[in-house]
């Protein structure tokens, strides 16, 4: 008969009972494929939250009043935690499509009505965008992490260096690689104390024209 007893770690003394993924503070901790799999349980809290407001979007308010709904309700929904995130092209993509799903059914539009998505996005016009937000996020994180000063934990896992092996392929995406390639051969700390070009190269990130 297998072994059904739970796996534990002792610390101090203490037994504290390993899991393969965790919820802490509204974000899922877990070891693989984190940030696609938090995305993805990101998208599901989305849709429950725009369909708790079906009464505005669905109701008889203009596109104006809609966006203000979609902006301060159902975005954050989307992006909560965004700032830690590392982003590729497969993460990136189910972000735009659960976007432009919401925005079409904001319109009443179907997938069937063939109607482009950019003719829906000119009616939607004050709809932020979320990657563009979300890359925002992490830039803004990057440069709070680049000038903290007191060698906080915060600091130190970001920065933390893993040793030995690894294993053989392809080397997972980190974070930092999301925007160290627009910064070439700069070390991102090293610009982030100048707030004002921190936040000038900031936004050329989040519009991605790196």
Not at 31 to 55: A, G, H, Q, S
Not at 137 to 157: C, E, F
Not at 170 to 198: T, V
Request: glycine share 4%; net charge positive; hydrophobic share 35%.
């Amino acid at each position: 008969m297998a072994n059904l007893e739970p796996y534990y770690v002792e610390c101090k003394g203490k037994k504290i009972t390993k899991v393969d993924e965790i919820i802490y503070l509204g974000q899922l901790i877990t070891f693989e494929n984190r940030t696609e799999r938090e995305v993805k349980r990101r998208i599901t809290l989305t849709w429950k939250k725009y369909w708790t407001l079906k009464y505005i979007f669905k109701g008889p308010f203009n596109n104006i009043q809609k966006s203000k709904i979609f902006n301060s309700c159902v975005l954050p929904t989307l992006t909560y935690g965004s700032q830690t995130w590392t982003l590729n092209k497969k993460i990136e993509n189910m972000i735009r499509v659960t976007q432009n799903r919401i925005e079409r059914s904001m319109l009443n539009i179907k997938l069937k009505d063939k109607i482009n998505i950019h003719k829906i996005k000119k009616k939607l016009t004050n709809n932020i965008d979320a990657i563009y937000l979300i890359r925002k996020n992490i830039w803004k994180w990057a440069g709070h992490i680049a000038r903290l000063t007191d060698n906080r934990w915060t600091y130190k896992v970001t920065h933390n260096q893993l040793y030995g092996k690894r294993k053989k392929g392809k080397p997972k995406a980190r974070w930092r690689d999301n925007f160290g390639k627009m910064l070439k051969n700069s070390f991102y700390s090293q610009i982030a104390p100048d707030r004002a070009e921190w936040a000038r190269l900031g936004e050329a990130f989040a519009l991605n024209r790196a």
